[in-house]
């Protein structure tokens, strides 16, 4: 949360789909349906969508003011509803070739093991410095106050190999950024970057355009969250 993108963040969408409410909650706006990679085909909103926007919590001013949290554990203590998640980006990516999941620490790992299980993909932990135990290729990236990095073990993924990057959250897009990056020195081929929530604070408008974009790369948004930054 409050990172700094320090990429090309193109983020877009048009007209979502399913109705906004202020219920301290996200809002189920599915930011791109049933549509795939570049495609700009407005499908009919998922009914599971709501009960995935009904079951995020939104807590004001944490970590610190200003800041309204999206809060995943509540819809984690729901099974149904996390199934429902999951099943969703299951049935996006089922059938896509892809050989890899990349999940980010440490909410993309709670994702991104059970969508790679489902599709037949591996696993691979995008982690913080100094978690990995064996020889790592790592990113930096800019954050509002400093730097950050993220690892992973050489040899995780093999040239050319699609990949899919997992996340619970898109914000600015800096830490997505640095994952596509990661992955692209390797030699990846990255197919497109899933999220459970995307913030419409971020996007921008444009006709026929209903999905978010980060360096060119596909941001899949299952719902958004209507409250972020006070």
Not at 39 to 65: M, T
Not at 101 to 116: H, K, L, Q, S, Y
Request: hydrophobic letters at 45%; one cysteine or more.
């Amino acid at each position: 949360m409050g990172e700094e993108a320090n990429c090309d963040a193109v983020m877009e969408a048009g007209n979502g789909n399913g109705k906004a409410k202020e219920n301290g909650h996200a809002t189920a706006v599915l930011a791109m349906p049933d549509v795939k990679a570049d495609d700009a085909v407005v499908a009919p909103a998922d009914p599971r969508l709501q009960g995935i926007s009904d079951a995020i919590r939104v807590v004001p001013h944490f970590p610190k003011q200003g800041i309204m949290f999206n809060d995943i554990t509540t819809l984690l203590l729901r099974p149904g509803v996390f199934k429902d998640a999951v099943d969703m980006f299951v049935e996006r990516y089922r059938g896509m070739g892809i050989a890899a999941v990349a999940g980010i620490e440490a909410r993309g790992f709670i994702f991104g093991p059970a969508i790679a299980l489902a599709i037949g993909a591996k696993f691979i932990p995008l982690r913080k410095p100094k978690k990995l135990p064996g020889e790592v290729i790592s990113e930096t990236y800019v954050l509002e106050y400093g730097t950050d990095c993220l690892e992973m073990h050489v040899g995780a993924i093999e040239p050319r190999e699609r990949v899919l990057i997992v996340d619970d959250l898109v914000a600015t897009g800096g830490t997505l950024c640095a994952a596509i990056n990661l992955m692209e020195r390797a030699g990846a081929d990255v197919v497109e970057c899933a999220c459970l929530i995307g913030l419409p604070k971020f996007k921008q408008l444009g006709p026929m355009q209903d999905f978010y974009k980060l360096n060119g790369k596909p941001v899949y948004v299952l719902v958004e969250s209507l409250e972020y930054e006070k």
